[in-house]
């Protein structure tokens, strides 16, 4: 299937594309940092990185407010960097710690 992208902008007809973000999707490194985590993750993203890999023990309520944003933001960025391999939880929710599977950044 050929799609001329040029003419159907030029028609005003949108394009949509999905790109899956999965562990080893080209330019991500299970377990590994590459350049693209400073270029694709949100300042947040980055801050809370670097608050785990300097307390393993933080909580998301403490990352939160040391951030200044809302739990469910601090949820969704934790997701996405487990989803990635960059971190893992081990033990509960209480009493649990961080781990920090990569911390060698390139920043």
Known sequence: MNINIPQLLARGEGISVRIPLTPNAPGKTVGNFTENFTENFTENSKHIFNLMRNNS?????QIANQIGISRRAVINNTNKMKELGLIRRIGPAKGGYWEVIKTDSKE
Do not use: A, G, P
């Open 57 to 61: 023990k933080i909580t998301i309520d």
